[in-house]
């Protein structure tokens, strides 16, 4: 994929301080936008991608302290770290000084230096707690004021619970496509039914997975509502594939709580969804 780069007329870079700025880390690139809050519009977007996974992080550290635009003091800055090694917890069962157990339980073998971090899901009486590269963590906290870190699961649970309010299905499952991995996040109205993340190499595993859940759960295509996010057009193979099996399945509908800048016309809002969801998981 190529960079991506667009910024609306608006844009002063003297007021940034007045700005949300947003980022998404991934193994396969560097994402960031920057919303006005004054008009709830966002005015600037950029997407940097890797020719390979980024699996030491140094890229990622290097477009960090090198981006002109991320220099810049932001009233508040909203982080999106793109991983695998996160957990769901109950209200009831969140402990802050036992997260590293949880995540070194349900998670073991890395031996990578990490952070773990733990958010409140609001809408969701749990916590999601994850792990960064530790000093991944310390440079973001140095570089950026007022800084809050999330991982996927947290906008992909808050924007469906959203929604769950709203005039759709029964049931909501919708499938987030990242590079060597999906998310699936599943709904009944206002209750937390699966918050999964699976790894594939091929359409078999990506469908098994998916129609597993399906089964697991009960599902029917009646009542269920199937949201991909992660890819750009429904002409994606993975979501024409999910098609052939589930025939609610559509692209994901773009916030409707935020204004996109005309400099956005061509940005896929539903291949970027986290990212512009992430400001409105405070």
């Known amino acids: 994929m190529t960079s991506l780069?667009?910024?609306?007329?608006?844009?002063?870079?003297?007021?940034?301080?007045?700005?949300?700025?947003?980022?998404?880390?991934?193994?396969d690139g560097l994402s960031f936008c920057i919303l006005d809050p004054v008009r709830n519009n966002y005015i600037l977007f950029k997407h940097l991608p890797f020719k390979q996974k980024?699996?030491?992080?140094?890229?990622?550290?290097?477009?960090?302290?090198?981006?002109?635009?991320?220099?810049?003091?932001?009233?508040?800055?909203?982080?999106?770290?793109?991983t695998t090694r996160a957990t769901i917890?109950?209200?009831?069962?969140?402990?802050?000084?036992?997260?590293?157990?949880?995540?070194?339980?349900?998670?073991?073998?890395?031996?990578?230096?990490?952070?773990?971090?733990?958010?409140?899901?609001?809408?969701?009486?749990?916590?999601?707690?994850?792990?960064?590269?530790?000093?991944?963590?310390?440079?973001?906290?140095?570089?950026?004021?007022?800084?809050?870190?999330?991982?996927q699961f947290t906008p992909m649970i808050e924007s469906n619970l959203i929604m769950a309010s709203s005039d759709k299905g029964e049931y909501v499952l919708q499938v987030n496509i990242q590079e060597g991995f999906f998310d699936?996040?599943?709904?009944?109205?206002?209750?937390?039914?699966?918050?999964?993340s699976f790894r594939y190499t091929n359409d078999t595993d990506f469908v098994y997975y998916v129609l597993l859940a399906f089964e697991q759960l009960k599902l029917t295509q009646d009542q269920t509502d199937v949201f991909i996010s992660g890819i750009e057009s429904r002409q994606n193979p993975y979501f024409l594939l999910l098609k052939k099996?589930?025939?609610?399945?559509?692209?994901?509908?773009?916030?409707?709580?935020?204004?996109?800048?005309n400099a956005y016309k061509n940005i896929s809002k539903e291949k970027y969804y986290n990212l512009l969801n992430i400001s409105s998981c405070v």
């Open 89 to 151: 917890i109950p209200g009831a069962l969140y402990h802050k000084d036992k997260i590293t157990d949880v995540i070194n339980f349900t998670h073991a073998g890395n031996q990578e230096a990490t952070q773990v971090i733990s958010n409140k899901i609001r809408m969701l009486d749990a916590w999601n707690v994850f792990a960064i590269p530790e000093f991944l963590y310390h440079l973001l906290k140095n570089q950026f004021q007022d800084i809050s870190l999330y991982q």
């Open 54 to 82: 980024d699996v030491n992080w140094s890229k990622t550290q290097e477009l960090l302290l090198t981006e002109e635009i991320l220099s810049y003091s932001y009233k508040k800055t909203f982080v999106v770290f793109n």
């Open 245 to 261: 099996y589930l025939r609610k399945t559509k692209l994901i509908t773009p916030s409707r709580h935020f204004d996109y800048s």
């Open 184 to 196: 699936i996040v599943v709904l009944h109205k206002h209750h937390l039914q699966l918050c999964n």
């Open 5 to 27: 780069f667009v910024v609306d007329d608006t844009f002063d870079k003297n007021i940034t301080s007045s700005y949300f700025l947003s980022i998404q880390i991934s193994l």
